[in-house]
Each structure stands twice: as structure tokens, then as C-alpha cells.
């Protein structure tokens, strides 16, 4: 293991923390604008792909996308690897698609793999203020690692327990270990998408499994069929038209505005209603086969007001063998110990257990790399109480402000149902840091304001879209490059930046209900989040229709019903940064 220190005293050099993703987008698209820079990708693991990494994919593991929206605008997934592209995609497949990706546009050289960034400070230097120092651990082993702290249950397991305990993330590199013949009985603890892959990983190697979900918390996540009627739940969800339906900061005027949301049309307000409702109950007849399925169904049955996460399955097998019972065991409690070759409940239930997995996330603690005193001023979370007072108040005033104007920008997330109340009583837990406070969840206002986006934050708003947005959201924020001048003149103002911030954080804990989140999930917001980062650009962000535009047919109705009721793909931004560098000499 060695240890080493970067001082970015030279202007080009620049770190990008991360291989996922986002951190390979904005590595090309850095490259592409200034490809005379020092460039430098650094990661915890033996390979590209953050979660979809060598080490954290294996057999049967399945995405919740499919290779037609799982790509970058350049790099088409389903002609380079041949699949399907509305097809079941393999995470294998996407580890491929990433390594390809990387030696395509040349980032293989610049990658620096098994290295742990552990410290983030400012320089001195009275030369460049603009420039930040990084200390890393290189790891000189193949074992990959994870960004953040595991959440497992505390004190849990005792020496004498004789089998391996694995969280979800390591199943890549031991689910041999994992469905080996030695192992029988796995107990399985978590309620979301990486338990669900998990029990099947264990049922299809003809494990019997005890999959325990805790009572607490906001129990298991919502699964939907990944098709209905043929089409894949993911092209609906990447429709224009699909939008509408719900509530979204980043869109509050136009017709479909006033008559779903604004509580001004009283049949508008009466079919949304209906339609969600419409929606959850299908999902929810899914459980009703019998007890078993019942005890995975999610606490809150409505999936609008639901905040413990949705996935899908793939095909009926897997809510088969959960009604079948044979297999799969399901229980409504939490681990309380692991003994000699026993998991105890917390009901009382003392369980055979060859392998225990626990499938209970992770926390984020990046901004514990950055030295202390520069938190307050870069937007990162702090615990609560080491909030400066005056910033309390200051935040506490403008969030006052905004909570009052999204309330009535969206007078149905002012009164949820009385089960929704109870829900939250019952299961909602106290922030215990600050969110992160960032301008568009990207940079730093106090930073921007003064000139400064030397440090930028990429990411926040996770859901499988992720590649649709990773590249305008890596050019948008650059150091030094031009915008909009809307979103220039913003730059500049802290206090415009701060009511912005504040905004969208009060349609958040209204909208989720979830006093303890950091950041916006963004499912229901990626798309009218990608066309705002497009406007700051200056560029069209109705890419469909301005496909079409030029040629006779895509005029009128063919247009606007390709912009509205086809999903939108990476493809669709295809030449993004080109036009950027093209239109930007206008302003």
C-alpha cells in the first residue's frame, strides 16, 4: 500500500473521483473540450464501472434498463455488444459496454485503479487559490471497494458463528463461496432491489433462503413487472408523456401544470387520482397470492406517496417461488445475533443459517475526505449540530419561504391520505446532517459566485437514467466555461443560487416525505432536470423534435408525437459537446 499526494499546483491538471458512470462521461467530455489537460481518474476498485464494476457483477444479475437507454449518446450499447436493445440486459453486459467504452476514448491511461482518495484540502499557495490538494492510498491488491460506510445491523454476529457474512456489495467477488455446495440454508437481511437479486442468486444455485425484512424502517421496495402489454417499463417511464403525472419542481406552468397539479381543475385533479390510483392497485394485486407474498408487498400500498424504493422483475419465476413457500422464507423482523450456525430473530425465531448476507445499503460520507473547515462554505452535508448558527437560522428563513411557495405550487403533497400520516409517524426518521446544498446538485454557490468551479459534484440524482443526463450535466459546469446568460448572471449571485438551492429541497421533503435524506431520489424529475442543464448550455433540449425539424415529415403532429410518446435515448444527445463549442462563441 503506498501513499502519495497531488498538489494541482498547474491550472490543466484535473482529478476526477470515480470510474462509474458519471466519472467516465465527464472524463471524455473534459477531454473532448481540452484534451491538453493532466487528466487523472481515481477508484476504490480493480476496475472501471463503479457498481457495475468486475467485482460487483455475477451471474444472473439483471439491470432494471435495457440497452436502448443504458448508454452514452456516443456510444450505442446495443449495436457495439449486438443485443437487443429493448431486451433483458445482463450487468455483465454493462461492465463490457464500459470497458469498451474506456478503450474507445482512450481513458484506460489515465485511470488509477485501487486507489483510495482520503483527503481533500485547499492549497496554500498565494499563487492559484483555485487549486486543491488530494491524498490517496494506493492498494496494490485485486479486492474492490465501496464509497461510503456498510449499514449492517449492530453487533449482530458472534466469533462462534462458523459461516461467511457478506454484504451485498462483495457478492460479485464471493458468490461462488455464496452458492458452493457447502452452503444450504442463507439467511438473507434487506427489503430493496439488492436483496431481491440476492434471494434469487441464492434460489437459482438451489439454496433455501430466510429473507428477513425489518419492521422498521420504510420496508420493502415496490417490484413491477419490467413489461406490460409487451413494452418495457423503462421506455414508458422515458417518455415526455409519462411526466406529467407527477408533481416536478422543474416544470410548474403550461396546461398539463395547471390541470394535473395545481389544484385548479377539479377533473384533472379527479383523473390523476384515478390513474394513480389505477396504477398502485395493479402493482399491488401482484402480492396478493397469498401470505408470503403479502409479507414483501411495501408498507405503503400507494405508490405515489411509497418512499421505500421500486425495481422490477423480469419474469413472473421469481413472485412464483416467493408464493411457493418451498424456498423462500419471508420474515417481518430483524437480526438480533448469529451464533454457531443459528440466525436469531428479533420475534423469538431461531433459524438455520450456513450464510448470512446482509443487503442494508450504504451511508455516504464523502464529505468526511474533505478537511473540516472548508464544509461549511463548499455545500456538503455537516452533522446538524456542528451547524454554524447563523447559517441555521439563515438556511431555516429561506426554507420557511420555500415550503410556503411549493405549497402552493402543489396543493396535493399539503394533504396526504391519514394512512400516509400514520405512515410517516410511524416510519419517518430526523435529519441528523445538513443536505447537500448545492446549485443545480452540482457546484458550490459560494465557490461559483467568486469565478470559482474547481470543484463540482457529479451524480446526486441516482436512477437508471443516469447516462441520459451524465454528459450534459460533465459539460454544464467546466471551470471557466461559458453559459446562458440567465444562468451566468445566476452564477454570480449567492443569495439566487441559495433560493434555488432552498427550492428544490423543500419540494423534496414534501414531495418524499424523508426528513433524514440528503439528496432528491430524481425519478421523477431526470428528464426536466436534463432539459434545464441543456438551457444553461443555450442548447435545444427538445432533441426530438429538432431531429426532425429539417425533413418534411417530422413537421406538425409527427414531430411533437416523437417528442412526446417516444422514449428518450443517450442517442438523442449525440453530438452534445460539438454544438456546445459551436454556440457558445454567441455569447
Known amino acids: 500500500m503506498g501513499s502519495k499526494n497531488i498538489s494541482a499546483t498547474d491550472p490543466t491538471r484535473v482529478v476526477i473521483i470515480g470510474t462509474g458512470w458519471i466519472g467516465l462521461a465527464a472524463a471524455k467530455t473534459y477531454l473532448q473540450i481540452r484534451p491538453d489537460i493532466s487528466l487523472t481518474i481515481i477508484d476504490e476498485d480493480s476496475s472501471v464501472g463503479g457498481v457495475w464494476s468486475a467485482s460487483r457483477v455475477y451471474p444472473g444479475l439483471i439491470a432494471d434498463s435495457y440497452a436502448a437507454i443504458f448508454d452514452y449518446s456516443d456510444f450505442e450499447m446495443n449495436v457495439e455488444l449486438g443485443l437487443d436493445k429493448w431486451g433483458d440486459l445482463s450487468a455483465a453486459k454493462v461492465h463490457e459496454y464500459l470497458e469498451i467504452y474506456v478503450e474507445k476514448f482512450d481513458l484506460r491511461?489515465?485511470?488509477?485503479?485501487?486507489?483510495?482518495?482520503?483527503?481533500?484540502?485547499?492549497?496554500?499557495?498565494?499563487?492559484?487559490?483555485?487549486?486543491?490538494?488530494?491524498?490517496?492510498?494506493?492498494r496494490y491488491t485485486t479486492q474492490?471497494?465501496?464509497?461510503?460506510?456498510?449499514?449492517?445491523?449492530?453487533?449482530?454476529?458472534?466469533?462462534?458463528?462458523?459461516?461467511?457474512?457478506?454484504?451485498?456489495?462483495?457478492?460479485?467477488?464471493?458468490?461462488?463461496?455464496?452458492?458452493s455446495k457447502e452452503i444450504n440454508r442463507v439467511t438473507v437481511v434487506g427489503g430493496n432491489k439488492s436483496a431481491v437479486d440476492t434471494v434469487s442468486l441464492c434460489v437459482m444455485a438451489g439454496k433455501e433462503v430466510d429473507w428477513v425484512i425489518r419492521k422498521e424502517g420504510y420496508g420493502s421496495g415496490a417490484l413491477l413487472e419490467a413489461r406490460t402489454l409487451g413494452i418495457h417499463a423503462g421506455a414508458f417511464k422515458n417518455m415526455r408523456a409519462s411526466a406529467v403525472m407527477f408533481p416536478n419542481i422543474f416544470a410548474t406552468s403550461g396546461f398539463w401544470y395547471w390541470f394535473f397539479h395545481s389544484g385548479k381543475s377539479k377533473l384533472g385533479t379527479w383523473i390523476l387520482n384515478w390513474l394513480l390510483g389505477q396504477i398502485s392497485d395493479s402493482a399491488m394485486k401482484e402480492y396478493e397470492r397469498n401470505e408470503n407474498t403479502m409479507m414483501i408487498s411495501p408498507d405503503m400500498k400507494d405508490l405515489f406517496w411509497g418512499n421505500s424504493g421500486i425495481s422490477v422483475f423480469h419474469d413472473n419465476a421469481f413472485l412464483d417461488m416467493v408464493a411457493d413457500g418451498n424456498l423462500i422464507h419471508v420474515h417481518r423482523a430483524s437480526v438480533s445475533k448469529l451464533s454457531k450456525e443459528h440466525a436469531h430473530l428479533s420475534d423469538g425465531q431461531i433459524l438455520p443459517c450456513d450464510a448470512a448476507v446482509f443487503a442494508t445499503g450504504w451511508k455516504m460520507n464523502q464529505a468526511g475526505?474533505?478537511?473540516?473547515?472548508?464544509?461549511?462554505?463548499?455545500?456538503?452535508?455537516?452533522?446538524?449540530?456542528?451547524?454554524?448558527?447563523?447559517?441555521?437560522?439563515?438556511?431555516?428563513?429561506?426554507?420557511?419561504?420555500?415550503?410556503?411557495?411549493?405549497?402552493?405550487?402543489?396543493?396535493?403533497?399539503?394533504h396526504p391520505p391519514p394512512e400516509v400520516v400514520r405512515?410517516?409517524?410511524?416510519?419517518?426518521?430526523?435529519?441528523?446532517?445538513?443536505?447537500?446544498?448545492?446549485?443545480?446538485?452540482?457546484?458550490?454557490?459560494?465557490l461559483a459566485a467568486r469565478g470559482d468551479r474547481s470543484l463540482i459534484i457529479l451524480g446526486l440524482l441516482i436512477n437508471t437514467n443516469v447516462p441520459t443526463y451524465a454528459e450534459p450535466g460533465g459539460v454544464a459546469y467546466l471551470e471557466n466555461l461559458p453559459f446562458c446568460p440567465a444562468t451566468t448572471k445566476t452564477l454570480t449571485d449567492v443569495s439566487e443560487m441559495e433560493k434555488d438551492i432552498s427550492l428544490l429541497q423543500a419540494y423534496g421533503n414534501l414531495r418524499y416525505r424523508n426528513p433524514s435524506a440528503q439528496?432528491?431520489?430524481?425519478?421523477?424529475?431526470?428528464?426536466?432536470?436534463?432539459?434545464?442543464?441543456?438551457?444553461?448550455?443555450?442548447?435545444?433540449?427538445?432533441?426530438?423534435?429538432?431531429?426532425?425539424?429539417?425533413?418534411w415529415w417530422g413537421l406538425g403532429i409527427i414531430g411533437w408525437v416523437k417528442e412526446w410518446f417516444f422514449p428518450y435515448r443517450g442517442i438523442d444527445y449525440r453530438g452534445l459537446v460539438g454544438e456546445y463549442l459551436d454556440s457558445y462563441r454567441n455569447y
Open 369 to 414: 475526505i474533505f478537511d473540516p473547515d472548508l464544509l461549511p462554505n463548499l455545500g456538503l452535508p455537516i452533522p446538524a449540530e456542528h451547524q454554524r448558527p447563523h447559517d441555521a437560522r439563515h438556511w431555516n428563513e429561506l426554507d420557511e419561504i420555500s415550503e410556503s411557495y411549493v405549497r402552493k405550487l402543489f396543493p396535493k403533497l399539503v
Open 519 to 551: 439528496f432528491l431520489d430524481g425519478s421523477d424529475l431526470i428528464q426536466d432536470f436534463t432539459d434545464l442543464l441543456m438551457k444553461d448550455l443555450g442548447l435545444e433540449p427538445e432533441r426530438k423534435k429538432r431531429a426532425t425539424a429539417g425533413k
Open 109 to 138: 491511461s489515465r485511470c488509477k485503479l485501487n486507489t483510495k482518495c482520503t483527503r481533500i484540502g485547499r492549497s496554500k499557495s498565494s499563487v492559484n487559490q483555485k487549486t486543491w490538494t488530494i491524498d490517496f492510498e494506493t
Open 144 to 179: 474492490g471497494t465501496v464509497k461510503g460506510s456498510l449499514q449492517c445491523d449492530n453487533d449482530i454476529h458472534s466469533p462462534t458463528f462458523e459461516g461467511p457474512v457478506i454484504h451485498s456489495k462483495d457478492i460479485g467477488t464471493r458468490h461462488v463461496q455464496l452458492t
Open 423 to 446: 405512515y410517516d409517524k410511524k416510519h419517518s426518521r430526523s435529519a441528523t446532517t445538513t443536505p447537500f446544498r448545492l446549485f443545480r446538485n452540482i457546484v458550490p454557490p459560494n
